[in-house]
T-cell receptor, first 116, second 113 residues
């Protein structure tokens, strides 16, 4: 069955520190997609990244980087030199073909507090 | 701005009432999804439409229904509202199916008093 686990419910770090948000997923499919979304205090869900199961290359986008490891079923997200504006809830999510629909399964989210 | 629009942004109503939430997908997107976000349940998938046809149902109550119109906008109807229906309702759209990124609208915050 599909499952996404974000074990860290809440994290607080001081501004400029690096922080890693963990995501572990479960799927029986060989073809699937992983996502990260950000939900700032304003409430909207902002798409950050999509990764398909055949592409294990790590990705860097500015201060954001993602580490995808199929061997451990993990798709971790690191923010380097964190800023107060990074404070938000971050969701990891999974979609796959075999369940007969195209829904995304979300983790419970990690609430990140960046302290000035 | 994701390109997905939702109206209204906020809705306050009483128990037993019926409301309609509206969503316009990104230009060219054929799939529309509805999700409910509540404190205790997190983000839960409700229903998906693809090019006017219902494609999948998730944890959607029988009191709730949805449709997608020929112009691809979608409406989520919630009836016989209960206090527990208070939540943030998101619409998302994607080009086609699970291989495509889902972009989310700003959400409609429903408060049932």
């Amino acid at each position: 069955a599909q499952k996404v686990t974000q074990a860290q419910t809440e994290i607080s770090v001081v501004e400029k520190e690096d922080v890693t948000l963990d995501c572990v997923y479960e799927t029986r499919d060989t073809t699937y997609y992983l996502f990260w979304y950000k939900q700032p205090p304003s409430g909207e869900l902002v798409f950050l990244i999509r990764r398909n199961s055949f592409d294990e290359q790590n990705e860097i986008s500015g201060r954001y980087s993602w580490n995808f490891q199929k061997s451990t079923s993990s798709f971790n997200f690191t923010i380097t030199a964190s800023q107060v504006v990074d404070s938000a809830v971050y969701f990891c999510a999974l979609s796959e073909a075999s369940v007969g629909d195209d829904k995304i399964i979300f983790g419970k989210g990690t609430r990140l507090h960046i302290l000035p | 701005d994701s390109g997905v629009t939702q109206t209204p942004k906020h809705l306050i109503t009483a128990t037993g009432q019926r409301v309609t939430l509206r969503c316009s997908p990104r230009s060219g997107d054929l799939s529309v999804y509805w999700y409910q976000q509540s404190l205790d349940q997190g983000l839960q998938f409700l229903i998906q439409y693809y090019n006017g046809e219902e494609r999948a149902k998730g944890n959607i109550l029988e009191r709730f229904s949805a449709q997608q119109f020929p112009d691809l906008h979608s409406e989520l109807n919630l009836s016989s509202l209960e206090l527990g229906d208070s939540a943030l309702y998101f619409c998302a759209s994607s080009a086609s199916d699970y291989t495509d990124t889902q972009y989310f609208g700003p959400g409609t915050r429903l408060t049932v008093l």
